[in-house]
């Protein structure tokens, strides 16, 4: 992101176009980015323009097309993770050639991260999977490189299936665990 501002909707006429010449700050509210100008109007809602009746038409089952939606992964925590000489871990969860990754817990074995990652998606991911990477990461990258943990690899057929996950996965033979919440929410789901 580069930068934002904040526009007021209660300013607002019914149905005359406003014009708003925007400045767009910095992160820190003390830079200016630049400009961009706003045509808005406000049109209210009007019940009597709403159809009484609806004329229904089944489609055909040619017609009909596999809904898409959004893969909702949320990084929950991490327990008894092991490291070689620190302990600094983070989460990478890489789908679809697109990967999100957690903040870094510094000097912590058992991570709270409580993160949320969302993918779009055009259809269901049935015969796909999801790639967790668990990896240690140095203070500073100078002196020492990352160090692989885990890596976990979840088939998002159940997901689909059942709409939410919440599993436990174990590595290191067991002694470290992540847990991981997956939710699939079609576009009717979305928009109701």
Do not use: C
């Amino acid at each position: 992101m580069m930068g934002g501002n904040f526009l007021s909707l209660t300013n607002f006429s019914s149905e005359h176009p406003n014009h708003h010449d925007l400045l767009i700050f910095g992160k820190s509210y003390k830079k200016i980015m630049g400009n961009i100008v706003i045509e808005m109007a406000y049109k209210p809602y009007a019940v009597d323009l709403i159809p009484t009746q609806i004329e229904f038409k089944p489609a055909k089952q040619k017609d009909l097309v596999r809904e898409g939606g959004m893969l909702v992964v949320i990084i929950h925590e991490a327990r008894s993770l092991q490291g070689k000489n620190y302990i600094n871990p983070r989460v990478l969860a890489i789908f679809g050639g697109k990967s999100r990754k957690t903040q870094t817990m510094m000097n912590n074995r058992d991570p709270i991260w409580e993160e949320v990652f969302t993918f779009m998606l055009q259809q269901p991911p049935t015969n796909e999977t999801l790639h967790m990477k668990v990896i240690n990461t140095p203070r500073m990258r100078l002196i020492r490189r990352k160090e692989f943990i885990a890596l976990i690899d979840i088939s998002l057929v159940d997901v689909v299936n059942n709409k939410r996950i919440i599993h436990t996965y174990s590595f290191q033979k067991g002694m470290s665990q992540l847990d991981v919440e997956l939710q699939w929410r079609t576009y009717d789901q979305l928009i109701n």
